[in-house]
């Protein structure tokens, strides 16, 4: 394929960046409907057992109560139990916790009953007056003493090629393990729903949701509607971060609440539930041994894992995938367990499994570089390939290499010693450390109408959403490439599931996805206009269709002035307002082309570690991304700075807390769970390779949301023991840590 | 929230608690949330308060239970005023109360009366943006935008108060808000550059 793509028409500011900075861009809970009621979820206030009564009858009472929904008066849901509906088609089991549909109590913070008023503080005050009676039954969320009885454990997945544990008979070899507490999304905007059944069966539902499509048919589903009379909205998403990849109790709730009190249901959560209602990145425990000759040749990798999940749902992800396939090696063995536990189900947080993953393997593969006396980055590059070492497939596109050079460079790694606490700043170590990232980089399928108006302007329209990555801003740019077209003469629709199918955003795939969408359609109305051209004009009849050329809305034969004509000419001629069409791009088939494709990343910190009290402080920050081609290059250095800040947030402060003899998280606020702040932020510096993806897509661009992230904390930690000789195996490490730790 | 219902003794509620709890019932209630038996509803008290909210003056019959940031938010549809986690820990909320940053969330909107209110929404004149809006633009000071709105008031107020003199001063002025996507080296990057202009803000 060929790389078509050219920066020469765009500015840098986002195309949704006026209606940020005034405060006029709406999310979800900014919708206002008449006649609207306020929701507010009443949780669990014990881990596991059920609820054996509710009583509202006070809280009824209060002024401008309208209702409290729970398990007894809930309306009957075709989705919940669909045997008992088989009458109605396209009713699909509702995923996850059917909420309100049993009295079962499953993690601590269950919605168990819904509150419904006039306004957000008489919902609030309602909440508080219903009364509940649980029938307690003993819990289990201890993660650290349960994931050691192996009859808790299920679900158990294998791998293996070569020798298993042949780490333990290499010359030199480290083996360790690694854990991970459960981290939240936390996105700035808390989850909400606004559901209006327009009539009995037609929905229109504003939500935050990573993919309106997906949305729309898990609603329908849910009661058993056509596709078409759900509508979603999603015109801005206040971040997500993965927790908006699927759809929660509150999207459910209030669709299930607006039919029962047939008005419009506004639910928002409050910040405590978004520690328990949406997700998180599972607790993790890792084990990993590398053994390598004292050439420094990988000889074995084994990564073994266990993660929780909930009771009421398996939840897997890549944690020891990286391990199978990053570097050269012939013996590779894994091994990856899931144990279940009261507590809600995790989900894809950014960087989903390769973050927990890498964090284990980046950090071995610096123990094993030091006890073979080599510098960390050599040693990853005595042992890089080009083939992808579990399909065997070479890759589309790798130039980490380009990266190790570029970050080495921008951090000073010349400066770093191989010994630590070599470097001392008054009573600051200094260390050096450095951590690769690797995700895979899809393309999925992807619509895409496009409409030329006769004032010139193309209008591009697909239901996506976006949760502030600046894919409307991508998007343009890719069209204003396609199209030799200025950015402002070109708008992408978004946000909204009755425009032509886009994909979700999640998985680092947008851009390839979307973007291949928007340059095909983009070609294909290129060539529309062309034909009209040539059919509607005499002097273009005898004109080859590839002698044609558009460009700023005028279709043109080059080293031929006198034929030309204005896209607004032809249409005026052929007396239509605009000219419209719609294509969809395929998935890509990496069997096809017979490669293996993903995104890398290769991070770099400099850190001080305080000799006296343990504390870490980043002095200087390198994120490097080989993600082919960037296309806003705005937007991809700030993603890039972002998935930074998420890793310092992982290696230093994030930690949910649980108390296990009642089953609740103690530190469910932005208060108590850390995340970073401005003054933790050194200077970040990002580059990328910057070179297309021949394989990938029509534009070489790949995705680069979760390489930001990966790869980040072992970067952290490989630093603080290039300072200090102590090796931090546990995140997030806290000052306490580093203290208690022997060198 | 004792101005809703009426109430007995606090101790009443207690006892109750504690025998349900032996019996090895636990019950929702909270424990600000009084005996049922003393229940009495009374209709949601309002009060006038008198606010001038971005150069207008009003003058507003409000439920005293809403904060300043449901006032705003849900009754006068000013909602670039964002709700964050509505107990002052993010600091989506920011807004300038009688000139001095402040967390909408955090105060009842009828402890404001008489109070001089400036949102988002009223930062800029007309089509003309603030310098500040103006840099967050240029330097891609945000992501998904849902902070913004407060990073901005509270960047203001840190310019204002002639407390962004280097960058480690403008960090900590600006500790008190959050952004998720890690927009924080390009928001600093922005106030920095205003500074730098000496425009007046």
């Known amino acids: 394929m060929n790389n078509q793509f050219n920066t020469s028409y765009f500015p840098d500011e986002r195309v949704d960046g006026l209606e940020k900075v005034t405060g006029k861009a709406r999310y979800t809970a900014e919708h206002q409907i008449a006649n609207m009621a306020y929701a507010v979820f009443i949780c669990s206030t014990i881990a596991r057992g059920k609820v054996k009564k509710i009583d509202s009858t006070n809280a009824l009472t209060l002024p401008g109560a309208i209702d409290v929904m729970h398990f007894e008066n809930c309306p009957k849901v075709p989705g919940y139990k669909p045997s008992a509906f088989p009458e109605l088609k396209n009713v699909g089991e509702w995923r996850g916790m059917k909420v309100f549909g049993d009295n079962l109590v499953r993690f601590y913070g269950q919605p168990v009953a819904l509150a419904l008023a006039e306004s957000i503080e008489s919902a609030n005050e309602v909440a508080k007056m219903v009364e509940i009676e649980y029938e307690t039954e003993p819990h289990e969320t201890d993660f650290h003493t349960l994931r050691k009885d192996p009859s808790k454990l299920k679900n158990g997945s294998t791998y293996s090629r070569g020798k298993s544990q042949a780490y333990k008979e290499a010359p030199f070899y480290v083996e360790a393990e690694y854990n991970i507490p459960i981290e939240v999304h936390n996105p700035m905007e808390m989850h909400a729903t606004i559901a209006h059944w327009e009539t009995p069966d037609t929905l229109l539902l504003y939500d935050k949701t990573q993919g309106p499509k997906a949305t729309q048919s898990a609603v329908a589903r849910l009661f058993g509607l056509p596709d078409k009379n759900v509508r979603i909205i999603a015109e801005n998403v206040g971040g997500a971060f993965g927790s908006a990849l699927r759809s929660w109790p509150n999207v459910s709730a209030a669709v299930i609440a607006a039919k029962k009190i047939n008005r419009p249901v506004k639910l928002v959560l409050t910040r405590p539930q978004m520690f328990t209602l949406v997700g998180y990145r599972p607790q993790a425990w890792q084990q990993v041994g590398v053994g390598a000759d004292a050439q420094g040749n990988l000889l074995g990798i084994s990564h073994y894992a266990i993660s929780n999940t909930s009771r009421y749902e398996d939840f897997r992800e890549g944690i020891v995938d990286a391990s199978k396939f990053l570097y050269k090696c012939d013996n590779v063995d894994t091994d990856y367990k899931l144990l279940p536990l009261d507590l809600s189900t995790p989900t894809w947080m950014r960087g989903p499994g390769e973050a927990t993953g890498c964090f284990a393997l980046e950090c071995s593969l610096d123990d094993l570089a030091f006890k073979l006396k080599m510098d960390p980055i050599q040693f990853r590059i005595k042992n890089f390939t080009d083939i992808q070492q579990e399909s065997k497939l070479p890759w589309s596109a790798i130039n980490v290499k380009d990266c190790y050079a570029k970050g080495a460079e921008l951090i000073g790694w010349k400066n770093r010693k191989q010994m630590p606490k070599m470097l001392k700043e008054g009573d600051w170590y200094v260390g050096y450390g450095m951590g690769v990232g690797v995700f895979g980089a899809g393309r999925g399928t992807s619509t895409v109408r496009a409409v030329l108006r006769t004032d010139g302007q193309l209008l591009l329209e697909s239901a996506v959403s976006d949760m502030g990555s600046g894919t409307a801003t991508a998007m343009v740019k890719v069209a204003a490439s396609a199209m030799k077209l200025p950015e402002d003469k070109i708008k992408f629709v978004m946000g909204d599931s009755d425009l032509p199918p886009g994909p979700m955003q999640g998985g680092s795939t947008t851009t390839s996805t979307l973007g291949s969408g928007v340059h095909l359609v983009c070609e294909s109305l290129k060539d529309l206009l062309k034909n009209m051209a040539i059919e509607s004009i005499d002097a273009f009849k005898s004109i080859a269709k590839e002698n044609i050329s558009i460009e700023n809305n005028k279709i043109f034969v080059a080293n031929n002035n006198a034929l030309s004509i204005t896209v607004k000419e032809l249409l005026d001629m052929r007396k239509v307002p605009s000219v419209e069409i719609i294509k969809t791009s395929p998935g890509l088939n990496t069997r096809e082309i017979q490669k293996a494709t993903n995104s890398f990343s290769v991070h770099f910190v400099k850190v001080h570690v305080h000799s006296k009290t343990g504390e870490i402080q980043l002095k200087h920050i390198v994120t490097t991304g080989d993600a082919g081609k960037i296309i806003s290059e705005q937007t991809a250095r700030s993603q890039m700075l972002g998935g930074a800040v998420g890793g310092i947030g992982m290696a230093l402060t994030e930690e949910v807390k649980i108390d296990h003899a009642t089953g609740k998280i103690s530190n469910a606020s932005l208060g108590s769970y850390l995340v970073p702040r401005h003054t933790m932020i050194p200077h970040i510096d990002v580059w990328f390779t910057n070179k297309p993806d021949p394989y990938i897509n029509a534009i070489g661009a790949k995705g680069l949301g979760e390489i930001a992230i990966i790869g980040f904390a072992a970067a952290v930690s490989n630093a603080v023991f290039n300072a200090t000789g102590k090796r931090m195996r546990d995140l997030p490490i806290t000052k306490e840590k580093v203290l208690a730790a022997k060198a | ?201």
């Open chain 2, 1 to 201: 929230m004792a101005y809703c219902y009426q109430s007995s003794t606090r101790r009443s509620f207690i006892k109750k608690a504690v025998g349900l709890a032996s019996v090895g019932i636990v019950t929702s209630l909270l424990a600000d949330a009084l005996p049922l038996e003393s229940f009495v509803p009374v209709p949601i008290p309002k009060q006038k308060v008198k606010l001038e909210i971005n150069g207008k003056q009003m003058e507003l019959m409000v439920d005293i239970r809403s904060t300043l940031q449901d006032l705003l938010r849900e009754e006068l549809g000013l909602t670039g005023t964002k709700k964050g986690c509505a107990m002052g820990d993010c600091g989506s909320c920011m807004i300038h109360i009688n000139g001095k940053r402040a967390n909408a969330c955090l105060g009842l909107a009828v402890y404001n009366d008489g109070n001089k209110i400036t949102t988002i929404e009223g930062l800029s004149k007309g089509d003309q943006l603030h310098p500040v809006q103006a840099a967050f633009l240029k330097h891609d000071s945000f992501q998904c935008g849902y902070c913004t709105s407060g990073q901005i008031m509270s960047a203001v107020a840190c310019l204002r108060e002639g407390a962004a003199k280097n960058r480690d001063e403008i960090k900590k002025y600006m500790q008190r808000n959050i952004c998720r996507c890690g927009s924080y080296q390009n928001i600093v990057d922005a106030i920095e550059e205003v500074k730098k202009s000496g425009v007046k803000v």
